[in-house]
């Protein structure tokens, strides 16, 4: 089984709709999570950090289920420039900085 | 602000040729640094970390190594390049304490291996 398990989709949804991505991970001792963005053939970028109160930024608001251990980022009113493969991060403090990636969800927004 | 360089951009090397691929990070002091490479289609694989000049630790065994000469200085070298080491190569800096703010990936270096 794989640390950090996402739904490789892709997910094919037409501008204006709501859409969910949901990532689960294997290490209860996880600390930090974060959602990258990641454009074809370019680097991932920071999106957003995931806490344990949810957070929200604009149209994107990402949470954390501990208890389950999944975090999850819904992206409202979807725009053609959502369209990108979207990265789940964990991290276990002690690993000296050290992330595991998920291997991505793919979304692309439609007219 | 701290900026992130890589390069080159993209290369094409024959199998058994070497490889060294730099990265440099500027505006910050003691980062950590990090070596990634991700496989088309896939997600990414950690490579090397360092902590701190000459302190590198290796994830996966492979033909690849990496050294780190100045504080904001990353190198990933190899003396023979396989064909499996194709693939999309990221560095990346965090700040000293962990990941807490996520990382700063460099532009990448696309390598095929011919």
């Known amino acids: 089984r794989k640390e950090v398990e996402q739904d490789p989709g892709p997910f094919n949804v037409p501008e204006g709709a709501t859409v969910a991505f949901n990532c689960t991970y294997s290490n209860s001792a996880s600390q930090s999570f974060f959602w990258y963005r990641q454009d074809c053939r370019k680097e991932p970028k920071l999106l957003m950090s995931v806490y344990s109160s949810g957070n929200e930024d604009g149209r994107f608001t990402a949470q954390l289920n501990r208890a389950s251990q999944y975090i999850s980022l819904l992206i409202r009113d979807s725009k053609l420039s959502d369209s990108a493969t979207y990265l789940c991060v964990v991290s276990v403090q002690s690993n000296a900085g050290k992330s595991t990636f998920g291997d991505g969800t793919t979304l692309t927004v439609k007219p | 602000s701290q900026t992130i360089h890589q390069w080159p951009a993209t290369l094409v090397q024959p199998v058994g040729s070497p490889l060294s691929l730099e990265c440099t990070v500027e505006?910050?002091?003691?980062?950590?640094l990090y070596w990634y490479r991700q496989a088309a289609g896939r997600g990414l694989q950690l490579l090397f970390y360092?902590?701190?000049?000459?302190?590198i630790s290796s994830e996966v065994p492979q033909n690849l190594s990496a050294s780190r000469p100045q504080d904001r200085q990353f190198i990933l070298s190899s003396k023979k390049l396989l064909l499996s080491d194709s693939g999309f190569y990221l560095c990346a800096w965090s700040g000293q304490g962990g990941v807490l703010g996520g990382y700063t990936f460099g532009s990448g270096t696309r390598l095929t291996v011919v």
């Open positions: 360092s902590i701190g000049i000459d302190q």
């Open positions: 505006g910050t002091s003691n980062p950590n």
